[in-house]
């Protein structure tokens, strides 16, 4: 199931649409197999101080530890429950393309989709909403004692805020770790946030969504004579060594037969040198160098008919040249 990475400006309502996420997702999938999980700053005790960059020096916000450790527990938190059983919600800044281009890596890895939810709203407003967070804060601390305040969602220091504002990257469409993107803004009402979370339900979950595929440079080679070149080249020279070494007699010399997979063709004949026995290090020798020879073969199985057979045929035929050649 998938990964719901949310994204937005700082203090633009984030929280309160995951939350409101969550819940429509909960109703979604009750009586279902699916589980649903909510990663945020707050569920992993993450102070938003982490990010302010205010008190690093210029030469080294680029490596910003404290931001890159937190990032590091967001990604162990997700990673930990991702599955195609498991719905995740990542509730955060996620405002660097990078950064949501390793969560969409991660979710193709276990062939769940991603999709990224953008919460929509003017610079202006979020100000705002972080000044009067700050303006609490300051009267609770000069009213101790007092209730506390209903609203205890932590409020980001002005530069921090500014600085975060600066940093944040649009997420593109365009790109395939941006998309699909689905947008909620500060004005919608709840029947438009159920249009908008209906619209990613179907995306992401339901009968027309797309079929991920893991990227084929990570996905594990089949081993058969298909599937991987080099393991059938192995095993195929190992076996004719093998039969040799069980064939020959004390003596040495006389004939070996190597039987093809393919019904119907002779059996493939191995003219052993005459008066002398062929000793394991000197076939090894020889299988080494055949095989040297045939790495070139990688990728071309399906071009060049570079099958278990012809692997065969071609490996005794080197060794009766070698043999005949000494």
Not at 6 to 34: E, F, M
Not at 155 to 183: C, G, I, K, Q
Request: hydrophobic share 35%.
């Amino acid at each position: 199931m998938p990964l719901i990475i949310l994204t937005g400006l700082p203090t633009s309502g984030k929280s309160t649409r995951a939350k409101q996420l969550h819940d429509y997702l909960t109703a979604r999938i009750a009586g279902t197999k699916y589980r649903l999980h909510l990663v945020s700053d707050d569920s992993l005790s993450i102070s938003r101080s982490v990010y302010d960059l205010s008190t690093v020096p210029v030469h080294a916000r680029s490596a910003n530890a404290s931001e890159k450790n937190a990032r590091a527990a967001i990604y162990g938190a997700v990673k930990r429950v991702l599955s195609d059983k498991d719905i995740v919600i990542l509730d955060g800044l996620n405002y660097i393309k990078g950064w949501r281009y390793q969560l969409h890596c991660e979710a193709k890895a276990v062939r769940t989709p991603s999709c990224i939810l953008q919460i929509g709203c003017s610079k202006e407003r979020a100000q705002q909403v972080n000044e009067d967070r700050l303006k609490r804060d300051q009267a609770a601390v000069e009213q101790e004692g007092s209730e506390a305040p209903s609203d205890t969602t932590e409020a980001y220091a002005p530069a921090n805020w500014e600085n975060l504002v600066f940093r944040h990257e649009e997420p593109n469409p365009m790109t395939r770790w941006d998309s699909p993107l689905f947008t909620v803004i500060w004005e919608d009402d709840e029947e438009q946030v159920k249009r908008t979370f209906d619209s990613l339900w179907e995306a992401i979950a339901g009968e027309g969504r797309k079929i991920i595929k893991p990227n084929q440079a990570t996905e594990p080679r089949g081993r058969d004579a298909s599937g991987d070149y080099l393991y059938v080249l192995d095993r195929e020279t190992q076996d004719i060594v093998k039969r040799i070494l069980d064939q020959q007699g004390d003596d040495g010399g006389g004939e070996v037969k190597v039987p093809l997979g393919t019904g119907g063709k002779k059996d493939l004949v191995i003219e052993l040198p005459a008066a002398r026995k062929v000793g394991l290090p000197e076939l090894q020798r020889h299988r080494r160098a055949f095989m040297g020879l045939n790495r070139g073969g990688i990728g071309l199985e399906k071009v060049t008919n570079m099958a278990a057979d012809s692997l065969r045929e071609s490996f005794v035929n080197y060794l009766n040249n070698t043999f005949e050649s000494e």
